[in-house]
């Protein structure tokens, strides 16, 4: 075999392990994935046409998984070619012990690329419709039809060559890429997964400036909700606005405003009121991420405060919602992630004027809210002294796998809450001891005893802690005596079972004489015997208390 045509027979055989090992990748994906594939770049181009629809970006994750896909056959076949070579005298290749998932995806995604340009041009050249798997080209063949045939001994051929062409240059690839970290393409993926509802997380703010307006936690509303509600003791006012600029336009100094923004996410705003309430950037900053421990912060003209007020969901589910309050000498503002509102009640004393609210200044309302805060964390325990009440029955009647996980989920939530009760403790006895002409000495009262609540809460809440973990060595417990009742009752059976079989095996040992097997009646006798074996050893135990 000359040189020339034993390099094409190589590139025959290359091309068709890589064809056929890949199309069985291409058909489990297929499959898995229930989206029509390609294979190559085709799936990318796709992808993107689609890109508002959840198809798009499995198409671009398939295609990104794809091009490692190829990369490693094609890179196997050409390391270990002479065991697949026919022509055995072609010089081996130079492959990298080691590439990076960078160099992988560029390496497939050239390969694929050009599988993509081979495939559109022979499919222009010649019309074979889509039936090129191997029964469609062998049922063409038997009746006379070769260019399928053709075609796909071609496109082996020429895949062989790329296949090889492009592995030869694997190391150059990576001498290129070597400075390309995968988290560039890890930021594109999150930058291309970024939906309204998505959870935005404290690593992906690392890297940004001091102070930049990044929205820091899961988005609960679409739209944000600004309402605005001004006082004194003879005046009471409740405004709606669709933006910001309205609300702060129409504010009247003379009388007590407090405005409550639902919603967290949208970075105009928060600069619009920090500018015109003079609030520093990091201030800003800390109002849009939620992820923040509860703390107080206290400037020149005002007060911020960050709380944590927590949720119980509709599925049961501990939620803590971030609360932040900035405290002014003639307003208060108030920013909540959700619509469930637990100022409702204020409203209402304010609507009516029950109680001194409209008689005092701003720092009473930052106060009354405070307090209500704090008050819905009895809410909250009472909730869960239901259902640890409920988990105490259960694991004195019938514990299952499912009461240790209820237990371990009270457990998480139990730590939740004291990491959201402890510092804000602190909050509130800060706030009770500044010095700051914001917060009058009458209101200082009424602080400390909002202050008592926590530590109360925080009481419970370590009540709660230890009698949840009192029950997980309840449950422990249980499960092991269910299993020692268990082994029991399969002991006393096993220890019945023990002289009945020994009688058993005397009588069916295979000795030619056994006098009493020719007694008349002796069936009967054993069967007796046994009974009465049973009858005396239940007797027996029932006496050691062990039934």
């Not at 912060?297 to 119980?312: G, M, S, Y």
């Not at 009270?410 to 509130?428: A, D, T």
Request: charged fraction near 20%.
């Amino acid at each position: 075999m000359t040189n020339v045509a034993g390099l094409v027979v190589n590139r025959l055989v290359y091309g068709f392990v890589f064809a056929f090992l890949y199309q069985i990748v291409v058909a489990v994906a297929t499959s898995l994935l229930s989206i029509p594939l390609t294979g190559n770049i085709q799936d990318l181009i796709t992808g993107f046409e689609h890109i508002e629809k959840e198809q798009g970006y499995l198409l671009i994750f398939w295609w990104i998984i794809s091009t490692i896909i190829i990369t490693a056959l094609s890179l196997i076949i050409v390391r270990y070619k002479k065991y697949i070579s026919p022509y055995k005298n072609e010089p081996d290749i130079d492959i990298p012990p080691k590439i990076t998932a960078v160099t992988a995806i560029v390496i497939g995604a050239i390969i694929s690329f050009l599988f993509f340009l081979l495939d559109s041009i022979l499919g222009s050249i010649v019309k074979i419709d889509s039936a090129t798997d191997v029964q469609a080209i062998y049922a063409a063949a038997s009746n006379g039809d070769f260019i399928p045939l053709v075609v796909s001994i071609v496109f082996s051929i020429i895949a062989g060559f790329i296949i090889v062409g492009v592995a030869s240059k694997t190391a150059k690839v990576k001498e290129l890429t070597k400075k390309v970290d995968i988290s560039e393409f890890s930021k594109f993926s999150k930058l291309m997964s970024k939906k309204d509802d998505d959870v935005t997380t404290l690593s992906d703010t690392v890297g940004l400036q001091p102070g930049a307006l990044v929205h820091v936690g899961e988005q609960h509303v679409k739209k944000v909700l600004i309402q605005q509600i001004e006082y004194d003791v003879n005046n009471h006012t409740v405004k709606d606005f669709e933006n910001i600029d309205d609300c702060l336009n129409t504010h009247d100094n003379s009388l007590v405003s407090w405005t409550n923004i639902v919603g967290l996410h949208n970075p105009d705003l928060i600069r619009k009121i920090g500018q015109y309430y003079n609030l520093h950037i990091l201030t800003q900053a800390d109002i849009m991420n939620t992820q923040l421990r509860p703390k107080l912060d206290a400037q020149d003209e005002n007060l911020f405060l960050i709380l944590k007020l927590p949720h119980i969901t509709n599925e049961g589910k501990l939620f803590m919602e971030q609360i932040s309050l900035i405290l002014g000498k003639d307003f208060v503002i108030s920013f909540q992630e959700t619509e469930d509102d637990v100022f409702n009640p204020i409203r209402e004393r304010l609507e009516k004027s029950i109680g001194a609210l409209r008689t005092k200044k701003s720092d009473y309302l930052a106060y009354a809210l405070i307090d209500a805060v704090i008050d819905h964390f009895y809410v909250v325990m009472e909730h869960i002294g239901a259902r640890t009440e409920v988990l105490e029955e259960e694991l004195m009647s019938n514990p299952t796998a499912q009461t240790l996980e209820v237990i371990h989920t009270l457990k998480r939530e139990m730590v939740v809450l004291r990491k959201s009760i402890w510092p804000l403790r602190e909050v509130i006895d800060s706030l009770e001891r500044t010095d700051s002409e914001l917060i009058e000495d009458r209101t200082k009262r009424y602080l400390r005893d909002v202050y008592g609540h926590t530590v109360q809460v925080m009481d419970n809440i370590e009540g709660l802690r230890d009698m949840i973990g009192g029950m997980l060595d309840t449950y422990l417990s249980s499960v092991s005596n269910k299993m020692n009742e268990i082994m029991k009752t399969l002991t006393i059976i096993a220890s019945i079972f023990i002289p009945i079989t020994f009688i058993a095996g005397i009588y069916g040992t295979n000795f030619q004489y056994i006098p009493e097997l020719e007694w008349e009646g002796s069936y009967f006798v054993m069967i007796f015997v046994m009974v009465i074996i049973v009858m005396a050893m239940l007797a027996w135990f029932k006496k050691k208390q062990w039934l």
